[in-house]
């Protein structure tokens, strides 16, 4: 394609079109009246604007492929060239401006210089034992090799590191093109409805715009219906506008259709329309900053012709479609777009503030140790050197001295480097990269990376109903027509001839003439619903009435519709004015049913006669019909008409005038049935501790038996549904302000609202972010598909729109796409975001206990010997395995369905939990004390010479190499161990379900006898005999038995068995079971079992013999039998059956604790029923071991 500006130019004036590219754009500036008057002034009216484009108002264009391109190539295509990506190189130059990597390279070089210098003098010992005298001329020759290979280090941490951006960004561009090739655009072609991407959208086009959309280019309106749209985001204004073919017709790009519906023909696209000439001011094309700057001020077009011939020569470059521009107003656009670009989007995730905070006070830690480090080995040498052995200081012998400097300052920053956890963003960059990957074929689309692990602490979830807990294919299965009620669809023949034909016309007429019916896909299925599904459902039952509501509709085409109110969450009813063919005019209306039966006056009786409808028949027809319908689970709707004479045309502004005195036609209920997968993703979500709550628009009565259908309601329990006014009632005090501590008292026990609007929703979801009560915050997730969804999707920490049923502005307020509109993906979103969460803590597990060991190992090291037993190549090749391999192995473990058997961390919870901690410092005890003994007796243990107080430049030793070959040993098992976090005795469990980590452990198994047979001196090793390398293996398999002797020592501090029931044993026992709470949430009910385990037994038989002589005590003090155990409702099948003692509050026993421990008040998610009398709380029995003790 050529270059499209010049193109414009060399096809004459328009390239053979009645207008030009640049006439187009000058008309799209306008707004209002004045572009109403250039329209008419330029083209008559908007018709002879579709005839100079060479387009029908009513057919489209009827062009082939060939005409299509030829518009793009005049016109322009509608993609925007995506910014360039940074090349390789570039990523590698970012990867170099590491703090620690550039002080790494600045001490190689200059080691790497000062290696080459040799004492002049030919007796060196004046200077010392800095020379040393062990090694011969090829050794001091061999000097560089050092330097040299922290350099070679440093690169291929680098080329790591860079390589690893790479591919991310290639990742990240693949999901922004899925993200985009999923848009689609409704536009009439050749007389008929097609979707097309919007890429191909091209000037001419003829496209049906409805509420919901997000408006891919520009146009101008040819027919509209009661259309208003949000143009907040080119103009900053929040009103919405309303748009007409008389007033304003012109449409822009970037905006939101909020109601009503219509057509436009499509005037400007891609970086000709009115977001992208703005996309192309802010350098979306890919212009340098430099060169933005020069065009600053000067006219449009150069920039235009720069950016298309630049996307000219981008092939396979994604397009990015039109996004909303969030500020762009007047001048300030560039300036407010680049602060809006520095800073994030939202505030930083949950992880990603922990990790922050964990990274920078390991940071701080290591740069103090390395710094003691430095600091002690420049002193020893120093007083050794000058004051021990009295030696002078020598001109001569001062490179020799700087070289010894270099070699501590070197030992230091290999001391820090291996301290700072550069390892934790990867880690959590490909933990991110891998669950996005992976949840796209659980049908979820994440649209913000931090979603991801943020869903992995939802505490709870407001849900919409239609289409995301039920199945949204509607039909109608009761009517009530002409006084009679029927059970199923009725049959033609029992209804009035009038009856049916007003039905079949409001249903025809009053819906969106793009919703339809068509035919099976396959032979056998169900026919296909396209467009709304409650209208769907509507047409259905024309079809069932054996009535055709095409021959309807070609009656009363759209563009001979009159007036129309369409559907919004506030009328909760849609109504259309048509003109009678014997004059005057029609209104059909449908609706909610409490409030269109309201505005009827009258209803059609059994003849198909109108006869009055007064307050009494109102009250049978909602008791008799809606009620019962709506406890059915069905949605209720009521049809009704009303007939206008021809003169005084009605006001029809005022349309609570016009949608009154009614005539009801029929009431329908329609089925959404349940979705089979939801009532068990349902209990899966509350066994996790998610409180899951349905906000629905529906009736209280059908959303009531729908919770119930799903298990939102647990029978029995004391639960909150609240109709939208209800609610607004309870949050609101005396002046209409929301007041947090009455919102506080509701949403604890809410669990239905109905009736509700999306102010109403966005103050739910905002109240339960913002409340205090509790031990925890809770964190939010939001399900939403409309477009006053937007709201409350962006409010929530995570938004979820449907990808089926949701319109394009609740996609773009969302963080993640449901592509098949079904709850269950939600949970398998929270299971994928708590093991996002886990791999994070694994890493972290394995990371810091390396950092630990080699930071204590190098600093005692040098503190003692001078030098670090681990030199400053192996520890890069150590913190390579930690940081790139391990992120790697870890974060791609897959997730299991155990996630889902303990409650949400939450906003609170310290990232090392105390079980990590636990295993953390046992190992890393494990690892030193097996360092520092091959340090200090390994080489009379394996009978070799001792490497320690080695001079400059000596050979490597075997006794060193044995030590990183152990070291590294050790890392490989204990990486094994890094599998579980939770205090699991099996961390083979599930192994061979990642290859990702064999692969790696094996690997780096692989390379490790590489280094060390063939390493020599860039990696400071000397080979080892199979015995040597057995004895590695046994203490790196000693890190398998040690994690099994971990298990078993308890996490949290224990009571003291002595303390009493007085104020210090009740704050200890709090205490401790404060303690025990926290660590509990973190582990299943397995898990608990053997961690208590551990304790129990131990006092087990103590404390049932104590129980035993307290029964006895009661018995012989009330000289009968002990009382009967209150009866509550029985434990899940097998399980065991538990019997309690009255009040036992006052025994001395750890009993108090573990009670509390096993059911913590979590007053969050309110599940909890009430306590019955000694405690007593129906649900799932604790661990087996508790039953025990506390049953006879």
Not at 167 to 193: M, N, P
Not at 217 to 240: C, F, P, R, W, Y
Not at 1045 to 1055: E, F
Request: hydrophobic share 40%; net charge neutral; charged share 25%.
């Amino acid at each position: 394609m050529g270059d499209l500006a010049n193109s414009a130019g060399e096809a004459g004036p328009g390239g053979g079109f009645g207008c030009s590219l640049a006439e187009l754009r000058a008309l799209m500036e306008l707004r209002g009246a004045e572009a109403l008057l250039k329209v008419q002034e330029a083209y008559g009216d908007v018709h002879g604007l579709c005839r100079r484009l060479r387009t029908s108002p009513t057919d489209g264009l009827s062009e082939g492929a060939a005409e299509l391109d030829r518009r793009r190539q005049v016109f322009g295509q509608n993609w925007i060239p995506p910014k360039r990506p940074k090349t390789f190189v570039e990523l590698v130059w970012e990867a170099l401006q590491d703090v620690t990597l550039i002080i790494l390279e600045v001490a190689a070089v200059v080691s790497l210089g000062l290696s080459f210098y040799a004492p002049p003098s030919g007796d060196t010992e004046v200077c010392g034992h800095a020379s040393g005298g062990t090694e011969d001329e090829g050794e001091a020759e061999a000097g560089w090799i050092e330097g040299a290979a922290i350099l070679l280090s440093v690169a291929c941490v680098v080329l790591v590191t860079a390589f690893n951006d790479w591919s991310k960004e290639r990742q990240f561009r693949g999901l922004q093109s899925r993200i985009e090739q999923e848009q689609r655009f409704t536009v009439v072609r050749h007389g008929r409805q097609a979707q097309v991407p919007v890429a191909e959208l091209v000037v001419g086009d003829v496209a049906q715009v409805k509420y919901g959309d997000l408006l891919p280019a520009d146009g101008v309106l040819i027919q509209g219906n009661d259309l208003k749209i949000d143009e907040s985001a080119l103009t900053g204004e929040s009103d919405h506008v309303r748009k007409s073919v008389d007033k304003d017709p012109m449409l822009l790009s970037g905006t939101h259709v909020m109601e009503g519906s219509g057509k436009m023909v499509v005037t400007a696209v891609g970086v000709n329309s009115q977001s992208g000439i703005i996309f192309t001011l802010l350098g979306a094309g890919g212009e340098e900053e430099e060169e933005k700057k020069e065009k600053k001020g000067k006219p449009q077009d150069g920039a235009v012709e720069n950016l298309q011939s630049k996307a000219k020569k981008q092939d396979g470059a994604v397009a990015m479609e039109m996004q909303p521009l969030k500020s762009a107003e007047g001048g300030d656009v560039e300036e407010r777009e680049r602060k809006r670009s520095s800073g994030p989007k939202k505030e930083k995730s949950v992880l990603q503030g922990k990790l922050t905070k964990l990274a920078v006070q390991i940071g701080k830690a290591g740069l103090v140790m390395s710094a003691v480090t430095v600091i002690i080995l420049v002193l020893y040498f120093v007083i050794e050197t000058f004051v021990v052995e009295g030696r002078p200081w020598l001109a001569e012998c001062t490179p020799v001295y700087v070289q010894y400097w270099v070699k501590f300052f070197i030992i230091g920053v290999t001391v820090l480097v291996v301290a700072v956890p550069e390892g934790l963003p990867l880690a959590v960059t490909i933990s991110l990269a891998y669950s996005v990957k992976k949840m796209m074929r659980d049908n979820n689309l994440v649209r913000h990376l931090d979603a991801c692990e943020t869903m992995g602490n939802a505490t709870a979830i407001c849900s919409d109903k239609t289409g995301t807990l039920t199945t949204n294919r509607m039909t109608v299965v009761q009517a009530f027509l002409g006084d009679t009620h029927f059970r199923s669809p009725p049959d033609p023949a029992s209804i009035a001839p009038r009856t049916l034909d007003l039905l079949v016309q409001a249903i025809a007429i009053n819906s969106a003439y793009t919703t339809k019916i068509l035919p099976p896909e396959t032979a056998g299925g169900l026919p296909r619903q396209v467009g709304n599904k409650t209208e769907c459902a509507l047409l259905g039952l024309v079809l069932a009435l054996r009535r055709d509501y095409e021959a309807v509709r070609a009656q009363v085409p759209e563009e001979r519709l009159y007036k129309v109110y369409t559907f919004n969450s506030v009328r909760k009813s849609m109504s259309t004015v048509t003109r009678l063919p014997a004059g005057g005019f029609r209104l059909y209306s449908k609706g909610a049913s409490e409030i269109l039966l309201r505005r009827c006056c009258a209803i059609l009786g059994v003849g198909g006669e109108a006869r009055a409808f007064g307050p009494r028949d109102r009250e049978d027809v909602v008791r008799k019909v809606v009620e019962p319908m709506a406890a059915a689970g069905l949605r209720t709707l009521v049809l009704a008409f009303r007939d206008f004479p021809p003169v005084p045309e009605p006001p029809w502004d005022d349309e609570a005038a016009i949608v009154g005195e009614l005539t009801c036609i029929a009431v329908v209920g329609i089925e959404d049935p349940v979705r089979p997968e939801v009532p068990e993703a349902i209990r899966k979500c509350q066994r996790a501790g998610i409180t899951v709550r349905m906000v629905t628009g529906d009736n209280l009565n059908t959303a009531r038996a729908i919770a119930a259908k799903c298990g939102i309601l647990p029978a029995g329990e004391d639960w909150l549904c609240l109709e939208g006014k209800e609610f607004n009632r309870r949050i609101r005090n005396e002046k209409g302000e929301i007041e947090q501590e009455r919102l506080d008292k509701v949403w604890p026990k809410l669990r239905v609202l109905a009736r509700s609007s999306p102010t109403d929703k966005h103050t739910l979801v905002k109240g339960i972010i913002d409340s205090t009560v509790g031990d925890q915050r809770q964190v939010v997730a939001v399900t939403g598909d409309g477009t006053n969804d937007g709201p409350a999707l962006k409010k929530a920490d995570v938004g979820f729109a449907m990808g089926i049923a949701g319109t394009d502005v609740a996609k773009e307020a969302s963080d993640i796409i449901l592509t098949d509109d079904n709850f269950s993906s939600i949970v398998k979103a929270v299971m994928w975001g708590r093991n996002v969460y886990d791999s994070i803590s694994k890493f972290l597990q394995f990371q810091l206990t390396v950092n630990v060991v080699a930071v204590v190992v190098a600093f005692t090291g040098a503190c003692i010997t001078q030098d670090s037993p681990l030199k400053a190549v192996q520890m890069l090749w150590v913190n390579l395995i930690m940081d790139t391999f391990a992120s790697l192995a870890l974060a791609t473990e897959p997730p299991t369905e155990a996630l889902l058997l303990r409650k949400p961390y939450g906003r609170n919870k310290p990232l090392i939990s105390r079980t990590m901690l636990k295993n953390i410092l046992g190992h890393a005890a494990y690892q030193l004390v097996i360092i520092f003994t091959l340090l200090f007796v390994g080489e009379v243990f394996f009978d070799i010479d001792s490497g320690r107080n080695a001079p400059l430049h000596s050979p490597p030793s075997e006794h060193y190499t044995i030590i990183f070959n152990t070291f590294v040993m050790m890392q490989l098992f204990n990486e094994i161990n890094a599998r579980k976090i939770h205090g699991e005795r099996n961390v083979f469990d599930g192994i061979f379900a990642n290859p990702i980590f064999c692969s790696i452990v094996l690997g780096t198994f692989a390379i490790q006898i590489v280094i060390v047979q063939f390493g020599g001196k860039p990696f400071s090793c000397s080979p080892l005999s199979a015995e040597q390398w057995l004895w590695c293996l046994f203490v790196g398999v000693g890190e398998l038995v040690w994690g099994q002797v971990m298990a078993w020592v308890p996490g949290g501090r224990l009571r003291c068995p002595g303390a009493g029931p007085g104020p210090s044993g009740r704050r200890r026992r709090a205490a401790a079971a404060a303690e025990e709470e926290e660590e509990e949430e973190e582990v299943d009910a397995a898990e608990r079992e053997l961690r208590r385990g551990q304790v129990l037994w131990v006092r087990g038989l103590n404390r049932i013999q104590t129980q035993m002589r307290v029964v006895r005590a009661f018995r012989s003090s009330l000289g009968g039998p002990p009382p009967r155990p209150e009866a509550r409702p029985g434990p899940p099948f097998g399980a065991p059956p538990e019997l309690l003692f009255g009040d036992t509050r006052d025994i001395p026993l750890i009993d108090d604790t573990d009670a509390e421990s096993e059911a913590p008040p979590n007053r969050n998610n309110n599940h909890r029923p009430p306590r019955g009398r000694g405690g007593a709380r129906p649900g799932p029995p604790p661990a087996r071991l508790h039953s025990l003790e506390t049953s006879l």
